[in-house]
């Protein structure tokens, strides 16, 4: 069995908890407007791994994991390669190695059921708190999203929902509001992250010769993300 993948990411320290390896899958059905990976949009480029050589690339960091570190698949879009990514973390638990999916929760819900049962947490982006702007600005369809979170809150797999921040469009604290009351809606949620929007992926696009949608935004400061925790009684590490 064979994955197609953008790149590897050995020890990262942010899709997810502790120190991860993570396996960026090649290849998105959406077109978020302040994607920063839109490198990873082409079903066809990136390069095919088999299963086994994936394996043994992170074997190699399992010291490193720890007590709360592991695997994150990420992309792109994982559960276009559902196949690949159940097969991977069925392995990846039978070697007691912990197992995160990183998801805009787009994919095709048979699929993605598949893949949850060897899932130990899910980070799942909540775009936007309306359908209309998650078709606007992602060509996403919210009810899709939304299916999906319900999925895991049946299948009781731990959540953690991501938000990016973007400066004049959804950093009103009041419409983040929404986004915490759809978030806390599900029972398995256990945190609620607001990642703020950055523009260091402006030379990827330039590369790639694709317009680059939010290029006129300004990037969102750390300091302010903070602020918005405060402002709508949210701590960054709980819900
Ligand atoms: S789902 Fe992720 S990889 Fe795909 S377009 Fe949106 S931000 Fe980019």
């Known amino acids: 069995m064979y994955g197609r993948i953008h790149s590897f990411q050995s020890l990262g320290t942010v ?36 299963l086994q050589t994936v394996l043994e690339r992170i074997r190699r960091f399992k010291p490193y994991f720890g007590e709360c570190g592991g695997v994150t698949v990420s992309g792109g879009e994982p559960l276009l390669q559902w196949e690949f990514v159940a097969e991977l973390f069925k392995n990846l638990q039978e070697e007691r190695i912990h197992t ?24 799942c982006d909540l ?46 604290p009041a419409r983040l509001q929404h986004i915490v009351k759809i978030a806390n809606h599900f029972s398995n949620l256990q945190k609620l992250e607001l990642l703020p929007f950055r523009k260091i992926c402006s030379s990827k696009y330039e590369d790639l010769k694709i317009p680059f949608a939010f290029k006129d935004y300004e990037e969102f400061p750390d300091s302010k993300i903070d602020e918005l925790y405060g402002a709508i009684s949210l701590s960054p590490r709980d819900v």
Not at 108 to 116: C, F, S
Not at 153 to 164: G, T
């Open 15 to 50: 899709d997810g908890p502790g120190v991860r390896f993570v396996v960026f899958l090649q290849g998105c059905n959406l077109r978020c407007a302040y994607c920063h990976n839109p490198d990873t949009w082409s079903l066809t480029a990136g390069a095919k791994f088999s």
């Open 100 to 123: 995160a999916l990183d998801t805009s929760g787009t994919g095709n819900l048979k699929g993605a059921n598949e893949v949850l049962k060897y899932t130990d947490l899910v980070l």
């Open 127 to 172: 775009k936007f708190s309306t359908a209309e702007e998650y078709n606007c600005y992602c060509r996403a369809d919210m009810n899709k999203v939304l299916s999906f979170i319900k999925l895991t809150e049946k299948m009781q797999i731990p959540l953690w929902v991501r938000h990016v921040i973007v400066s004049g469009l959804n950093d009103n």
